[in-house]
């Protein structure tokens, strides 16, 4: 989470992209390499709970230190002064095939922002 200094939709738009941007170049995406993106809707925490607006990314690469494939799979959203990511990172042979899509997709289903 990163607390932005205001409650300003061009901040977390900006801020938003920048946590893209940071997670495409940890992973060692070249930038011929296009994320997936996708717009979804996350449920906020709040009681009821609310949909927030999010994007989700998905990206694969090969890890710069060893070489091994890797896949990252983010959700993103930002509201009021907050922006979230939730993220799984695979590596290995599990990166090439989509084995354990059932098991991200509840995990990031479970992503519930404040």
Same mark, same amino acid.
């Given at each position: 989470?990163? +607390?932005?200094?205001? %409650? &300003?939709?061009?901040?977390? $738009? ?21 994320a $997936?993106?996708?717009?979804v809707?996350?449920?906020?925490? &709040? ?18 230190? %060893? ?5 990252? +799979?983010a ?5 009021? +002064? $907050? ?13 090439? %095939?989509? $084995? ?15």
């Amino acid at each position: 989470m990163v +607390t932005l200094p205001a %409650d &300003d939709a061009e901040l977390r $738009r900006e801020a938003l992209a920048a946590m893209q941007s940071g997670l495409l170049a940890n992973l060692g995406v070249h930038p011929g390499d296009p994320a $997936r993106t996708r717009a979804v809707t996350i449920q906020s925490a &709040d009681q009821p709970a609310r949909p927030l607006d999010g994007v989700e990314v998905e990206v694969s690469g090969v890890s710069p230190q %060893d070489q091994s494939p890797r896949r990252l +799979t983010a959700r993103l959203v930002a509201v009021g +002064t $907050r922006a979230y990511q939730a993220v799984v990172l695979e590596s290995g042979e599990g990166a090439r %095939d989509q $084995r354990h899509a059932e098991q991200i997709e509840q995990f990031l289903g479970g992503f519930h922002p404040y």
